[in-house]
């Protein structure tokens, strides 16, 4: 029996270093994109394109990680909570990488871009988006709920965020007519940002649930903590 309980730890830590890979991967792919972004460096986004098959790679390793440990190990309660919950954190994580891609992808496409003044405030964006990536995985590898609901509390200020800076392009849109076409590009940055804040939301949801056994939503409800 300590023989299993030994390799189950091992494989639990396993499991827990390829998301700490995977996420590490797509919080670089989040600046990195929005770097070269500001640079106009078409080569730099065209390597993050790329770099995006690494992150899927790793989500199969987890699948597959995952799936042995259930079926080899049969987890029950809270041990079973992590690896399914990790298994679904790989998902959402792959996501997050692709949002990434998808600012990359449009690096080319905005090509005059040093007179659009708004282009200034999206790294700060980009940089609270990645942050809330980096807190919700350090939650789950230190299975820290309230590590957790912080970063479920970011979600709204990035939302503020959001919704600002949409205002801000809108209006530039209609005092530069000419501007459209690139501005629009921003537009879907700074929405691609959004939905990265709301997946580290959902990452954060995860862990809380792995590490009690509740819901965040019915923690509210007052429902008391199984762990």
Same mark, same amino acid.
């Given at each position: ?10 494989? *639990? ?7 700490? %890979? ?21 080569? &730099? ?15 199969? %390793? ?14 029950? &309660? ?14 959402? @994580?792959?996501? *997050? ?9 449009? @690096? ?61 392009? @809108? ?24 939905? @990265? ?31």
């Amino acid at each position: 029996m300590e023989h299993t309980v030994k390799a189950f730890d091992e494989e *639990i830590g396993q499991l827990r270093g390829l998301i700490a %890979q995977m996420g590490g991967l797509a919080e670089h792919a989040i600046i990195g994109s929005m770097e070269a972004l500001k640079r106009h460096d078409v080569e &730099a986004a065209q390597a993050i394109v790329a770099g995006d098959k690494q992150i899927d790679a790793i989500e199969q %390793q987890v699948e597959r990680l995952a799936v042995q440990l259930i079926a080899l190990r049969a987890p029950l &309660a809270d041990d079973l909570r992590e690896v399914v919950a990790a298994l679904k954190i790989a998902g959402v @994580v792959e996501r *997050i990488g692709d949002y990434a891609k998808n600012i990359a992808r449009r @690096v080319e496409a905005i090509e005059d871009h040093g007179d659009i003044e708004p282009l200034s405030v999206l790294p700060a964006m980009a940089h609270m988006a990645g942050q809330m990536v980096h807190e919700a995985l350090d939650a789950f590898a230190a299975r820290d709920p309230q590590a957790a609901i912080r970063v479920t509390e970011s979600d709204r200020a990035l939302d503020d965020f959001y919704n600002s800076l949409f205002r801000v392009l @809108v209006t530039y849109m209609m005092e530069n007519p000419a501007s459209i076409g690139q501005v629009a590009h921003l537009l879907f940055v700074a929405k691609n940002l959004e939905r @990265v804040g709301d997946h580290a939301t959902n990452v954060a949801e995860m862990v809380f649930y792995a590490a009690t056994g509740v819901h965040m939503g019915e923690r509210e409800r007052g429902l008391t903590p199984r762990v």
